[in-house]
Nanobody
């Protein structure tokens, strides 16, 4: 059984940083694409970025240059480092696993429960 658990969310002031973690059990992250998504109240789920099995990363334009994604194979954990946070980054952040990747949530079959990130102005 696959479980993804996000952690590291919280309340931070604008301009601050947070690092989210996504730990997996039941699968090996380095065999899949791991994506990060976020969903703000009243909005659709939005693609944030992904890391492929080769370690190649890609981030959406809205976070490019501020967010980075990394993976620790020994810990089977993927990280989302978020710097220069803005109030519009406030959302529930989810990690998810895909066999194929991409930016559509439909491509991801396993999801974590999400972690809340709140950025105050």
């Amino acid at each position: 059984q696959v479980h993804l658990v996000e952690s590291g969310g919280g309340l931070v002031q604008a301009g601050g940083s947070l690092r989210l973690s996504c730990a997996a059990s039941g699968l090996t992250f380095s065999w899949f694409v791991v994506g990060w998504f976020r969903q703000a109240p009243g909005k659709e789920r939005e693609f944030v970025g992904r890391i492929s099995w080769s370690g190649t990363t890609y981030c959406a334009d809205s976070v490019k240059g501020r967010f980075t994604i990394s993976r620790d194979n020994a810990k089977n954990t993927v990280y989302l480092q978020m710097n220069s946070l803005k109030p519009e980054d406030t959302a529930v952040y989810y990690c998810a696993v895909s066999d194929t990747g991409g930016s559509s949530s439909l491509s991801y079959r396993y999801w974590g429960q999400g972690t809340q990130v709140t950025v105050s102005s």
